[in-house]
């Protein structure tokens, strides 16, 4: 079937930010099933899945890691976004949130920060959230976000049934990021060049890479504090 000539396309054409907006619902919608299913999946089964996400998430940091972007503009970019998050206090800012949301919603789920901020990183990181996002800002039919969501969600069934409700809280960060590129698509399609795109995704790349070495239990990296770290790629990428 031509989704982009079916109902199906027509009625994503007419609805803004829809390739995002589906790329939310199948993120909860892939979390609601991942917690009701995962009280019965034993837990030896979903360690075995996140390590082997883990391990995925690695190979796919490293391959972003290694798209093309200079070597110092990574550098620089790393570190000078997550000195910033430090000093912002990233970090400390996030668990203050999520020991606020769990208060509000009597949640229990002591992994709900760390949920919350590793599937956001993976879900928001990479070329095609914003490649998909300028798309779907552009009009017609969401490929690259409507394939994306079906990934997402795919992944944020497995997630939540280890890692808990901060999984769908991540749909938020999706709409927050995928929503404001498409809204401003006109305006992101002429800074988003691809020296642009191309250093945002390899500093993202070594964002996943920690994120992957967290996931497997090798390291504790903060990886929220290293969020600054993409707009710090973006300026150096659009200035050298």
């Not at 000539?5 to 907006?21: M, N, Q, R």
């Not at 030896?44 to 798209?67: P, Q, W």
């Not at 760390?114 to 990479?126: E, K, N, P, Q, R």
Request: hydrophobic content about 55%.
């Amino acid at each position: 079937m031509d989704f982009d000539s079916s109902a199906f396309g027509e009625f994503f054409a007419h609805i803004p930010a829809s390739g995002t907006l589906f790329n939310v619902a199948l993120i909860l919608f892939g979390s609601m099933m991942g917690m009701l299913i995962g009280k019965r999946i034993p837990k030896a089964l979903t360690d075995a899945l996140i390590s082997v996400i883990g391990v995925f998430i690695l190979y796919l940091g490293f391959s972003m890691a290694n798209s093309g972007a200079g070597m110092l503009k990574m550098l620089f970019s790393i570190i000078g976004g997550t000195a910033a998050g430090e000093l912002l206090g990233i970090n400390n800012a996030i668990n203050s949130f999520g020991e606020w949301a769990k208060g509000k919603l009597r949640m229990r789920d002591e992994r709900f920060s760390d949920a919350f901020v590793s599937t956001s990183l993976i879900y928001c990181m990479g070329s095609l959230a914003i490649l998909g996002s300028i798309e779907d800002g552009l009009g017609g039919f969401p490929a690259i976000l409507t394939a994306k969501a079906v990934m997402d969600g795919v992944s944020a069934l497995v997630f939540s049934a280890s890692l808990g409700v901060g999984v769908a809280f991540s749909a938020f960060s999706i709409l927050v990021y995928q929503g404001s590129i498409t809204l401003l698509a006109s305006v992101a399609q002429s800074i988003m060049t691809d020296p642009v795109i191309e250093s945002m995704s390899s500093v993202g790349g070594l964002m996943l890479i920690c994120v992957g070495l967290n996931l497997l239990g090798i390291t504790k990296i903060k990886t929220s504090n290293q969020i600054p770290a993409i707009l710090f790629a973006a300026v150096l990428g659009a200035a050298l």
